[in-house]
């Protein structure tokens, strides 16, 4: 089995006061939650559907 490392970038948005994530490993990641909790569901949610649209057999 080959490995890919996937890099996800979190940071918290005082403005809009949430947390987001981004990924320049996976096109169209763009996931905000209120909670660190909340948001690590939401983007393995959301990497899972994203690497099935872009083609990618890759399990999480």
Request: some cysteine; glycine content about 4%.
């Amino acid at each position: 089995m080959n490995a890919h490392a996937i890099t996800v970038r979190a940071a918290w948005d005082g403005e809009a006061d949430v947390w987001f994530a981004t990924s320049d490993d996976i096109d169209g990641l763009a996931v905000e939650a209120e909670t660190m909790e909340k948001l690590e569901t939401k983007v393995l949610a959301a990497v899972a559907d994203l690497l099935e649209l872009n083609g990618s057999c890759v399990r999480i």
